[in-house]
């Protein structure tokens, strides 16, 4: 499996026994609760996942801490609703960082990753293997050109045979304002007087994006 999980309720012997696996590298996805957290040296951890914002600051550094261990570099991803946005600028205020926010993939965000990972696919064929297709491949190639007929060859390998660009639901508006937008309330109070009372219904988050004149929003597309 390349996926095991940790929690509590699961006894101490079997823990380590999963830590070990982790550790030396038997699977490379750990899915863990708080349990975790704390007191586990594991160095090659590149990547930690949040599924929503602790609720007290020291408990996301314990938990961005998994990662980033012995001098290397890591990532953390914190997933949160607009209802947690506090929490993360409370988490920015006390421990002296900033967040990249960041929406949800696009369809061609998703597209362009299944690629990468298509290309790494090829790593795993065997010569031998590749020896019976490099026929097909030449005529493909004469039929294609070289760039063309290996684009087909990721695209189909990456199940990407019908491509249809999808909204997930909302589109991500620009409110600019003459003036300064000092605080979050003000900019609500504009979109009230643009979108109604009801806006909370139809607008998902929204954000400072340069200065103090622009922000962002996202709403639902029917609501356009």
């Not at 998703?110 to 790494?120: P, Q």
């Not at 010569?127 to 760039?147: C, H, M, N, W």
């Amino acid at each position: 499996q390349d996926c095991q999980s940790l929690h509590g309720d699961i006894p101490q012997k079997q823990r380590e026994i999963t830590l070990k696996g982790f550790r030396n590298g038997t699977f490379k996805v750990l899915v863990a609760t708080n349990v975790a957290a704390r007191g586990l040296d594991i160095p090659e951890v590149d990547l930690v996942v949040q599924s929503s914002p602790p609720k007290d600051v020291e408990s996301y550094i314990h938990r961005s801490g998994r990662t980033g261990r012995a001098g290397r570099t890591g990532i953390c991803i914190c997933f949160y609703q607009r209802k947690e946005e506090h929490q993360l600028r409370y988490v920015e205020q006390k421990a002296g960082i900033t967040f990249k926010r960041v929406g949800v993939p696009t369809a061609t965000d998703i597209i362009k990753a299944s690629s990468k990972d298509a290309m790494r696919c090829l790593d795993s064929v065997p010569q031998t293997a590749i020896e019976y297709f490099k026929d097909s491949a030449r005529l493909l190639i004469q039929e294609k050109g070289p760039v063309n007929a290996l684009a087909a060859a990721l695209a189909h390998i990456s199940g990407a045979t019908s491509i249809e660009q999808r909204s997930l639901g909302f589109v991500t508006m620009i409110l600019r304002c003459s003036e300064e937008i000092n605080n979050m309330s003000y900019a609500w109070r504009r979109l009230r007087e643009l979108l109604g009372d009801d806006v909370d219904r139809k607008v998902n988050r929204m954000c400072f994006l340069k200065g103090k004149m622009v922000r962002s929003f996202c709403i639902f597309a029917t609501e356009l």
